[in-house]
């Protein structure tokens, strides 16, 4: 099999040529290139945390947490180091192998530096990696969260340039790309995606990969979210997307950046046991673990694990889920999940918020 050479110079028409390629042949090739780059049965798996959540100035119309929209969430204040570090622990007893918090600003202020990045460094002796997404970074921020040990930062691209306008006002495009270039400039690894399902048109699920796939440097992971649609938001009425067409985004991001991480995001909590199955044979390779169970009372078995286990899927650095090998692994972390508390779990949320 061929070298696989990585590319920063994508046209739009070979990326919709991509999109537009019989499913069977897409997934193969996605699936080879996966299979050349990553052990194709390795999931690597973070938790969510919201340090803050909800009255954000910010009008994008997909996310609850806008204070524009009347969604029944509470708005809360920055929460205690205490409970993001028993939330912390607790995702490591549950199998996550990174721990991602957000807050819901457009950019964290001064006060906040030294609180987050305390955070950083106490989830990080923990032995797990890290990840915050807060909104907008200036160079100097970018730089106190590298410093303080931050791996990821997470800023979405959301869709393409061209449809962008129609989902936020706040902020331009160009915002976020500058976020993104101060997070590289400060040397954490960054972490952009986008949302599908908001209405765009293919040409736009084209245009955002084209961003995500032509910038200097792929990120190192790539988050693809389908549309949560939450009651009070603009877009609670949206039509639904078609499966197949979000497995098609995922191949083809997979094929354009080989060597990114790529996230089964949000909505997965909708998608049939068969779509997860195509969307990791089609190359991603990363979930938001443990989201059915923080908002479920006390389930009788982590349907995460459940799925890893019927597909012979193994978390990063852990070992294989074979049914027959390993299920005494596999019982011993589900016992664990299954017997965190179930006090804390509004504090987590969808990766569509972000």
Not at 47 to 76: F, V
Not at 140 to 164: C, F, R, V
Not at 211 to 231: C, F, G, R, T
Not at 294 to 314: A, V, W, Y
């Amino acid at each position: 099999m061929s070298e696989i050479q990585l590319r920063h110079d994508w046209k739009r028409d070979e990326i919709e040529a991509l999109f537009a390629l019989p499913m069977n042949d897409l997934l193969f090739e996605a699936h080879s290139i996966h299979r050349q780059v990553y052990d194709p049965n390795e999931v690597q798996i973070s938790r969510l945390l919201s340090i803050k959540t909800g009255a954000c100035p910010e009008d994008c119309k997909y996310c609850p947490q806008s204070a524009r929209y009347d969604t029944g969430l509470e708005k809360e204040r920055l929460i205690e180091i205490e409970k993001v570090l028993t939330e912390a622990r607790s995702a490591k007893a549950a199998g996550a192998s990174r721990f991602c918090m957000g807050a819901a600003w457009r950019n964290p202020h001064a006060r906040d530096m030294p609180y987050l990045k305390d955070m950083v460094r106490e989830v990080k002796s923990m032995g797990m990696e890290t990840c915050m997404t807060l909104g907008m970074l200036s160079p100097d921020q970018a730089g106190e969260l590298a410093e303080a040990g931050l791996d990821y930062y997470n800023h979405n691209l959301d869709t393409s340039p061209e449809y962008y306008g129609d989902i936020i006002t706040t902020r331009t495009y160009q915002d976020r790309l500058d976020t993104l270039s101060n997070v590289r400039a400060a040397g954490m690894k960054v972490c952009s995606g986008g949302i599908v399902g908001m209405g765009e048109q293919a040409t736009d699920r084209s245009g955002l990969l084209q961003q995500l796939a032509n910038m200097e440097q792929h990120p190192d992971s790539v988050p693809i979210n389908m549309l949560v649609k939450v009651a009070g938001t603009p877009f609670e009425n949206l039509e639904d997307l078609d499966p197949l067409v979000f497995v098609r985004t995922i191949a083809v991001a997979r094929i354009l950046m080989p060597h990114s991480r790529v996230r089964l995001s949000a909505g997965r909590e909708k998608m049939s046991d068969e779509m997860q199955a195509m969307c990791f044979f089609a190359g991603a390779n990363s979930i938001f673990y443990g989201c059915k169970l923080l908002t479920t009372n006390n389930p009788e078995e982590n349907e995460d694990m459940t799925l890893f286990k019927r597909l012979g899927l193994h978390p990063e650095q852990g070992k294989y889920a074979t049914i027959e090998d390993d299920k005494a692994v596999f019982e011993k972390a589900t016992a664990k999940a299954n017997a965190i508390k179930d006090k804390q779990s509004s504090a987590f949320y969808d990766a569509a918020a972000l």
